[in-house]
C-alpha cells in the first residue's frame, strides 16, 4: 500500500504563465500532504504542510501568493505556481501521510520536474 | 533549531560489503525515525522507520536507534552496485507528521 501519484511528471512553461501540479494518495486517505522543492545535488526543502479542509501551513520565505496550495479531499493536494520566472524551475515533490495504519510515516510522489523558460 | 546531520559522504563500499550510514539529531524529544533512499532525478522511497532504542531487520537493511546518544544508523549488508544512492535520514521532530530531513549521505557501491 502507501501509493502517492503526482501529475504532471515534468511541465515546460513559459515565464508569467501559472502551473498547477496534482498529488493524490491512491490506497488511503492523507490528512496531512506536504510540499517539498529539491534544487540539483541539494537536499528537500519543505514548502508547506497542508490538512485536508484547512489552509497550508507555509515555511519561513516561502510565498503564499506564489506557491498556492489547496488540500481539498483526503485524496488530493494540488499546488500551484502563479506567475512562474525562471528562478521557480525546480523538482517538485509531494508526501502524504495520516493513515492509521502508518502513523507519522511519509510516502513520497515520484515527483514534478518544472522548467520554466 | 531542531537538526538532523549526516555526513555528505560520498561513501565508497565495495560490492559485498556492509554499509553503514549515520545521522545524529539535536532534539532529545523526537519518537519518529525513518531511513529514505533517493536515486538521481527521482523522489525518495521509503526504505525503514524505527520508533524504540535497538535494531530494527528487514532484509538486507537494519535500522539502529539510540536515544540516549541521540544518533540512528543503517546498515546495509552485502552491498549492490543497485544501492548506489543518497540515503535521507528522516527525524519528526515537533509532533505531528512534518519531519526534519538530513542533506544525505551519498553511497557509492563499487564493483
Known amino acids: 500500500g502507501a501509493v502517492v501519484s503526482q501529475h504532471p511528471s515534468w511541465v515546460i512553461c513559459k515565464s508569467g504563465t501559472s502551473v498547477k501540479i496534482e498529488c493524490r494518495s491512491l490506497d488511503f486517505q492523507a490528512t496531512t500532504m506536504f510540499w517539498y522543492r529539491q534544487f540539483p545535488k541539494q537536499s528537500l526543502m519543505l514548502m508547506a504542510t497542508?490538512?485536508?479542509?484547512?489552509?497550508?501551513?507555509?515555511e519561513q520565505g516561502v510565498e503564499k501568493d506564489k506557491f498556492l496550495i489547496n488540500h481539498a479531499s483526503l485524496t488530493l493536494s494540488t499546488l500551484t505556481v502563479t506567475s512562474a520566472h525562471p528562478e521557480d524551475s525546480s523538482f517538485y515533490i509531494c508526501?502524504?501521510?495520516?493513515?492509521?495504519?502508518?502513523?507519522?510515516?511519509?510516502?513520497f510522489g515520484p515527483g514534478t520536474r518544472l522548467t520554466v523558460l | 533549531q531542531k537538526e538532523v546531520e549526516q555526513n555528505s559522504g560520498p561513501l565508497s563500499v565495495p560490492e559485498g560489503a556492509i554499509a553503514s550510514l549515520n545521522c545524529t539529531y539535536s532534539?532529545?524529544?523526537?519518537?519518529?525515525f525513518f531511513w529514505y533512499r533517493q536515486y538521481s532525478g527521482k523522489s525518495p522511497e521509503l526504505i525503514m522507520s524505527?520508533?524504540?532504542?535497538g535494531d530494527k531487520e528487514d532484509g538486507r537493511f537494519t535500522a539502529q536507534l539510540n536515544k540516549a546518544s541521540q544518533y540512528v544508523s543503517l546498515l546495509i549488508r552485502d552491498s549492490q552496485p543497485s544501492d548506489s544512492a543518497t540515503y535521507l535520514c528522516?527525524?519528526?521532530?515537533?509532533?505531528?507528521?512534518?519531519?526534519?530531513f538530513g542533506t544525505g549521505t551519498q553511497l557509492k557501491v563499487e564493483l
Open positions: 524505527i520508533y524504540s532504542n
Open positions: 528522516a527525524v519528526n521532530t515537533g509532533g505531528g507528521n512534518k519531519l526534519t
Open positions: 497542508s490538512n485536508e479542509g484547512s489552509k497550508a501551513t507555509y
Open positions: 532534539d532529545r524529544g523526537s519518537q519518529s
Open positions: 508526501s502524504a501521510s495520516g493513515a492509521a495504519l502508518w502513523g507519522d510515516t511519509q510516502y
